[in-house]
């Protein structure tokens, strides 16, 4: 699943890409990609075609590309799905679920493998364009809200759930996943399961200076995301762990005191990464 690292990152790269060009042709490949906002692909088609795109923003890991209509075109990246730059006249691969060309030349292709894609598009009107999309507009995004510390301290108190649970809760926290919630807890050196009430004002400056770090640095080393490529190569999983400090590496020397990194069941589903040692 991408998180708000990487989106953020790709919204540059999209802002750059499209914003002033106007939409051509739409190819969708699968009804799927379209079901949470249209009844059918026609539908987007319609939306979309002949529009100026004005804005990109990003809510979370969810995309919001403005148009000339008051209307805004919706992407959520869904768990594994990527956006990337083709020819006018690439046509669909078999993991290419949409095409979108523009009347400058160029298109934008968005992928995801499987045949059930997890992400999502369609064209809702700009005015209530958030909770169209099923973002909470009252949640906290760390990179857009920018908040103070004290700001956070009093979120994090009003919270008052376990750290982990709250980091990826969209109710409370949109755009932070599993990666990047352990990241961040062990950056700040606290434990999955500390209420969030139940910080000291040392321990809430910690945790706000090593959320705001390990975001960025992700950012420098996410590097561009719009990249013409073959949404069908695998990548090296590797190199993109090599900025990791903690998540995935459940057996291997914490950074810090060298004891194995914990990986620990919370609840059906979702796991934490943690060292034993020197979180707490």
């Given at each position: 699943?991408?998180?708000?690292?990487?989106?953020e990152v790709l919204r540059?790269?999209?802002?750059?890409?499209?914003?002033?060009?106007?939409?051509?042709?739409?190819?969708?490949?699968?009804?799927?990609?379209?079901?949470?906002f249209h009844r059918n692909?026609?539908?987007?088609?319609?939306?979309?075609?002949?529009?100026?795109?004005?804005?990109?923003?990003?809510?979370?890991?969810?995309?919001?590309?403005?148009?000339?209509?008051?209307?805004?075109?919706?992407?959520?990246?869904?768990?594994?799905?990527?956006?990337?730059?083709?020819?006018?006249?690439?046509?669909?691969?078999?993991?290419?679920?949409?095409?979108?060309?523009?009347?400058?030349?160029?298109?934008?292709?968005?992928?995801?493998?499987?045949?059930?894609?997890?992400?999502?598009?369609?064209?809702?009107?700009?005015?209530?364009?958030?909770?169209?999309?099923?973002?909470?507009?009252?949640?906290?995004?760390?990179?857009?809200?920018?908040?103070?510390?004290?700001?956070?301290?009093?979120?994090?108190?009003?919270?008052?759930?376990?750290?982990?649970?709250?980091?990826?809760?969209?109710?409370?926290?949109?755009?932070?996943?599993?990666?990047?919630?352990?990241?961040?807890?062990?950056?700040?050196?606290?434990?999955?399961?500390?209420?969030?009430?139940?910080?000291?004002?040392?321990?809430?400056?910690?945790?706000?200076?090593?959320?705001?770090?390990?975001?960025?640095?992700?950012?420098?080393?996410?590097?561009?995301?719009?990249?013409?490529?073959?949404?069908?190569?695998?990548?090296?999983?590797?190199?993109?762990?090599?900025?990791?400090?903690?998540?995935?590496?459940?057996?291997?020397?914490?950074?810090?005191?060298?004891?194995?990194?914990?990986r620990t069941r919370l609840?059906?589903?979702?796991?934490?990464?943690?060292?034993?040692?020197?979180?707490?």
């Amino acid at each position: 699943m991408l998180e708000l690292p990487d989106v953020e990152v790709l919204r540059k790269d999209l802002e750059k890409e499209v914003v002033g060009k106007r939409v051509k042709d739409v190819t969708v490949g699968s009804t799927g990609i379209v079901r949470a906002f249209h009844r059918n692909r026609p539908e987007l088609v319609k939306a979309l075609e002949g529009r100026k795109i004005e804005a990109v923003r990003r809510r979370g890991h969810t995309l919001f590309i403005d148009l000339d209509d008051e209307h805004t075109w919706v992407i959520d990246p869904g768990a594994e799905g990527t956006l990337f730059r083709e020819t006018a006249t690439a046509e669909l691969g078999p993991q290419t679920h949409l095409s979108v060309s523009f009347t400058t030349g160029g298109a934008i292709h968005l992928a995801e493998p499987g045949d059930e894609p997890t992400a999502s598009t369609g064209v809702v009107a700009t005015e209530g364009a958030y909770e169209a999309a099923g973002v909470n507009p009252d949640a906290l995004d760390p990179l857009d809200d920018n908040p103070t510390w004290m700001e956070f301290g009093r979120f994090l108190a009003a919270a008052s759930k376990p750290l982990k649970l709250l980091l990826i809760d969209p109710q409370h926290v949109v755009g932070i996943g599993p990666v990047y919630s352990d990241e961040i807890l062990w950056e700040a050196g606290l434990r999955h399961d500390h209420p969030s009430d139940k910080l000291s004002t040392q321990e809430v400056r910690r945790f706000y200076r090593a959320m705001h770090e390990v975001l960025f640095l992700a950012m420098k080393q996410v590097g561009a995301t719009l990249d013409e490529a073959d949404p069908g190569e695998t990548t090296d999983e590797d190199e993109i762990a090599d900025h990791l400090k903690v998540f995935g590496r459940d057996g291997l020397p914490c950074f810090r005191c060298r004891r194995p990194i914990v990986r620990t069941r919370l609840k059906k589903g979702v796991y934490t990464y943690h060292c034993e040692r020197c979180m707490i």
